[in-house]
């Protein structure tokens, strides 16, 4: 062949070599294969499809929240923390000592924020509870991503007779983020723990009974025996309500998703965003025997519980598992379903509100006649506004009903607010001085889980009155 590519006459051409297909052959079938055995590991639980599973829950554990801030702050600004952070905006504001979840640590406790904080209203610290997050978190074979006690933090707070707090806890960059329980004397000793999956916002009742939401992992595609299907790849997030009396031990649990099944509600499950999440309780309230008087058929005893993604409150018997109310879509992705005095219930309404005003309200249903009504904000509501809280949040009434605290998660701030006019009476910021190391002034501001009115028996347990 010459230099330009053509053959020179005489000369035969070259024979073409003919195509070795076995290579080809042999990979498309190791796909094959592969493809196949995939199908059966999925559809049989062969390995290596669990490793694969904890694979996958570990990286979205890792890709939650921004590394780069301590646990428990939303955003840090470059500035000092004000020098003001609690306002009182009325007279009519309360005076009672509130019980603060997860204060800034503020040299109070350790080398971790504060598991609670007890403050009067000027915002000055009477007491504190250490988070004894090393004694809570050293063992947790069950969870995966950033695994280590700071990227543990509490989020729903009740206090017992004794002065005790029981606390639940939730993970930064851990999977699964509903952590457990557990209840923790004066000086932050540990008197007993459940990483069981408790979450959210818990009640105490009278009796010191403490209800709490739970979650339960599990592989699930219908629930109950309805065709509905439960479009998850993953593990499902079940959700329930479990009881546990004051020395830890676990009297029952209430899984909801077969109770809504048992009571004829299959349509719930269907309209949910979040098929592996499909129901996130975030709150339990009790029925008194005051509140049972004005709730028809109500029982005391009976369970309030909030479900987000169904934007639903429910009113159920804990004992034969009956529903007797349910209010559905006044709300959106609500939190925190409390009782008010009177029998209705203030719900913080996530996503409900006006964009105008924020886009979050806080909400006052009636169970009876299932009306609802935005009692914050108001045209009353200016000096605080915008209010807006994508997620989470708590709203609790105080002991006469007449005012309620509002703890804004992702706004790091509280407000309290006059129920009658939505009027603001009282604030505070969630903030403090991050010292960084560069000597530059920065406040962080940290997430509000909770802010408790405390009763005159706290106080004499706590010895502050």
């Given amino acids: 062949m010459t230099e330009n590519g053509t053959v020179p006459k005489g000369t035969s051409k070259p024979r073409k070599r003919s195509t070795d297909w076995s290579f080809t052959v042999f990979v498309i079938s190791l796909c094959m294969m592969a493809f196949l055995y995939g199908f059966a590991a999925n559809e049989f639980d062969l390995p290596p499809k669990g490793l694969m599973r904890q694979a996958v829950s570990a990286l979205k554990a890792l890709n939650l929240i921004?590394?780069?801030?301590?646990?428990?702050?939303?955003?840090?600004?470059d500035k000092p923390a004000p020098a003001k952070f609690v306002n009182q905006l009325d007279p009519a504001a309360g005076t009672e000592l509130l019980l603060v979840t997860g204060w800034p640590n503020r040299g109070r406790c350790q080398k971790y924020p504060c598991l609670a904080s007890v403050i009067d209203r000027s915002g000055k610290i009477l007491r504190s509870w250490p988070a004894p997050l090393d004694e809570l978190f050293s063992d947790t074979k069950e969870f995966s991503g950033d695994v280590k006690p700071s990227s543990f933090y509490p989020i729903g707070l009740g206090m017992l007779h004794d002065g005790s707090l029981v606390a639940t806890f939730h993970g930064t960059n851990v999977y699964p983020y509903a952590v457990g329980i557990a209840r923790i004397d004066p000086n932050g000793k540990v008197l007993w723990k459940h990483l069981d999956g408790a979450h959210h916002w818990i009640h105490i009742g009278a009796d010191e009974r403490i209800y709490a939401p739970v979650q339960v992992r599990r592989r699930m595609k219908n629930v109950g025996d309805n065709a509905v299907e439960l479009r998850c790849p993953d593990i499902v997030y079940d959700e329930g309500v479990r009881i546990y009396r004051p020395d830890g031990s676990v009297e029952r649990t209430l899984m909801l998703s077969d109770i809504l099944v048992a009571n004829g509600y299959p349509g719930l499950i269907y309209s949910v965003r979040d098929d592996c999440d499909p129901l996130h309780i975030n709150s339990v309230d009790i029925v008194t025997p005051e509140i049972a008087k004005n709730i028809p058929g109500a029982t005391s005893g009976d369970l309030l519980i909030s479900l987000r993604e169904q934007s639903a409150i429910v009113l159920l018997d804990p004992v034969s598992s009956k529903?007797?109310?349910?209010?559905?879509?006044?709300?959106?992705?609500?939190?925190?379903?409390?009782?008010l005095p009177d029998g209705t219930v203030l719900v913080f309404d996530n996503q409900g509100g006006s964009r105008s005003l924020g886009?979050?309200?806080?909400?006052?249903v009636n169970l009876v006649d299932g009306s609802a009504q935005t009692v914050f904000p108001t045209d009353?509501?200016?000096?605080?506004?915008?209010?807006?809280?994508?997620?989470?949040?708590?709203v609790t009434p105080s002991p006469d009903g007449k005012r309620a605290m509002i703890a804004s998660k992702h706004e790091a701030?509280?407000?309290?607010?006059?129920?009658?006019?939505?009027?603001?009476?009282?604030?505070m910021l969630h903030v403090a001085d991050s010292g960084s190391a560069g000597g530059k002034p920065e406040a962080a501001y940290f997430n509000a889980y909770g802010n408790y009115y405390l009763t005159k028996e706290q106080l004499a347990a706590l010895h502050l009155q």
Avoid: C, Y
């Avoid at 200016?382 to 209010?387: A, D, E, H, R, T």
């Fill in 359 to 364: 886009g979050s309200r806080i909400l006052r």
């Fill in 323 to 339: 529903i007797k109310r349910m209010i559905v879509g006044r709300s959106a992705a609500q939190h925190s379903a409390r009782f």
């Fill in 380 to 394: 009353a509501s200016g000096p605080v506004l915008p209010f807006f809280n994508f997620d989470g949040g708590t």
């Fill in 413 to 427: 701030r509280d407000i309290e607010i006059d129920l009658a006019t939505g009027k603001p009476l009282w604030t």
């Fill in 66 to 77: 921004d590394r780069t801030m301590p646990t428990g702050v939303n955003r840090i600004e």
